[in-house]
């Protein structure tokens, strides 16, 4: 799981992200809503630890320009504050839960562990994936059509499952490189383009639908023809 934590208060913004990659979750940190903004754009992460006092664009401002972009990636508000008014005003924009300040490591990671089985839930399906007439096993790795069933490696996989989450976007490249092989990887655009061509070869045998569509100059869209 890949999480993205934006916290202004340098120790505390490490101590999470020593919390979070201690218990297996990958982490990106920053320190503004600016930078916030920009790495929650990308739409890479599972869920989004974000706290509402920042420099720069505050919290609740960043998590409303997200949700106005189509991201539905689930957020967790850490605030010091713990007033009714603040946690409706954070809930109303568009966050999954809140969490005020001081808070137990345990506690943390069962909300983000909730919250990560939330999101999960809105596509998977007694451990299928659906999208038009294709779908895939979570369990077995099988991309399965009307009439025939193909086994996929971990990366077309995953692949293939980022691109049905985010259906209704255009990824890039750059997110794709961000998603499967992580920001700090020396993967570059050719690996992307390599996995497509695998990932389009395999769905082109089981379904004469769904498609991998390349948008020039901008990246790679799934669709059903």
Known sequence: MRVLVVEDEKYLADALSHILKDNRYTVDTVYDGEDGLDYGLSGVYDVIVLDIMLPKTDGISVLKELRAEGIKTPVLLLTAKSEVSDKITGLDSGADDYLAKPFNSGELLAR????????????????????????????????????????????????????????????????????????????????????????????????????VNTVRGIGYRLGEN
Request: net charge positive.
């Open 112 to 211: 983000l562990r909730a919250l990560t089985r939330r999101g999960a839930e809105m596509i998977i399906n007694n451990n299928e994936i659906p999208f038009g007439d294709i779908t895939l096993d979570t369990n077995t790795l099988n991309l399965c059509g009307p009439k025939k069933s193909i086994r996929l490696t971990k990366k077309e996989f995953d692949l293939l499952e980022y691109l049905i989450i985010n259906k209704a976007m255009v990824v890039s490249k750059e997110q794709i490189i961000d998603k499967l092989w992580g920001f700090d990887s020396e993967a570059e655009a050719n690996h992307v383009e390599v996995y497509i061509s695998f990932l389009r070869k395999k769905l082109a045998f089981v379904s004469e639908k769904v498609a």
